[in-house]
């Protein structure tokens, strides 16, 4: 019998094909999350789970699931999966990890350039009819320039970030976990620099962190007390990595210029005070949304789904404890 495979969302062809060669393929054609009853009635008798970042996979789901071998989500991140249940059922979790660094890192530059030039402004104004014309001191915004930029997360993703940096001639610190290589550091140009030190010094903080415990609410009302007046915040990592309500409030008190948001605490909902602030830009989740990068990242899930059904490790995994003292057929 074929294997059988859920998909909690639809695939770019090229995905899809390579799946519908190892297995059967029931897909989810909406574009909204599957809901938990629907899961849990889907999922049964399914060998594999190919799933997006909105669709819940908790114990109670993958409990139901008893042939289920393997959960493939299609992001790098995977807080929307419980890995400890699934690694206690011995199911392998894959993510898309490489794929999207340079895609998400472009992103972020568009968020830093567009809050920072008031693109939106300026895009919503051209269209509006009421323009009358250039104007000395019209929609003026900071520079980017020569400024201090603050990575938070020198992984994958804020290396390369810091890497474009370099055009703009800027200065770059960074703090993380662990302090990077020293040929790292000069390879980049970049500097180590405290949480209070980063925060104080930079005139754009960029976030750049996976969303862990110790990395929640990593910015709340004392960090907003630490940024500089007129500093801008661009978080294109996860939102519960910002306490949402504080920053609104801490926007509306002008402790910092502005902010420049592509995730959120509980998306699809955006605090209403964010909405209303007009030195914030706001973006649905979009930093890895290219065509070229998406493709890449059904293509990376369907890869991790075939070497689950052929009984091999997966090239992404995330849960290696799964596989520990297994022989997979490649090495046996
Ligand atoms: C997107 O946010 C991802 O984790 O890939």
């Given amino acids: 019998m074929p294997a059988r495979v859920l998909l909690t969302r639809a695939l770019p062809e090229e995905a899809t094909a390579v799946l519908r060669k190892h297995a059967e393929l029931d897909v989810h054609e909406g574009e909204s999350p599957l809901s938990k009853a629907e899961l849990i009635e889907r999922v049964r008798g399914k060998q594999a789970l190919v799933c997006q970042l909105t669709q819940r996979v908790d114990a109670e789901v993958l409990g139901a699931a008893s042939e289920l071998r393997g959960v493939a989500n299609v992001a790098v991140g995977f807080d929307n999966i419980d890995v400890k249940a699934a690694t206690a059922r011995s199911i392998a979790v894959t993510n898309t990890p490489g794929v999207l660094d340079e895609t998400t890192a472009d992103f972020t ?95 754009f903080v960029s976030l750049h962190v996976p969303l862990l415990p110790e990395t929640r609410h990593w910015m709340g009302p004392a960090e907003f007390e630490l940024m500089k007046p007129t500093a801008y915040l661009v978080n294109a990592s996860r939102g519960p990595v910002v306490d949402e309500a504080a920053l609104a409030e801490a926007l509306e008190q002008k402790k910092f210029a502005g902010a420049a948001l592509d995730v959120f605490e509980q998306e699809p909902k955006i605090h209403p005070k964010l909405l209303a602030l007009p030195n914030v830009l706001l973006a649905p989740h979009i930093a890895s949304a290219s065509v070229e990068t998406r493709t890449r990242m059904a293509m990376v899930a369907a890869e991790n789904v075939v070497a689950v059904l052929s009984g091999q490790r997966p090239p992404n995994l995330v849960n290696p404890e799964v596989y520990e003292g297994k022989t997979t057929c490649k090495e046996g």
């Avoid at 474009?164 to 970049?190: K, P, S």
């Fill in 109 to 203: 530059w568009a968020l830093l350039l567009g809050v920072a030039r008031r693109v939106v402004e300026g895009h919503r104004l051209a269209r509006s009819g009421q323009w009358k014309g250039w104007d000395l001191m019209q929609l003026l915004g900071t520079d980017v320039h020569g400024k201090t930029l603050g990575i938070v997360g020198l992984g994958r993703i804020g290396q390369r970030v810091a890497r474009r940096a370099r055009g703009f001639g800027m200065r770059v610190l960074y703090c993380d976990a662990a302090r990077a290589a020293a040929e790292v550091e000069r390879e980049l140009g970049v500097e180590w620099a405290e949480k209070e030190r980063l925060l104080r010094e930079s005139d």
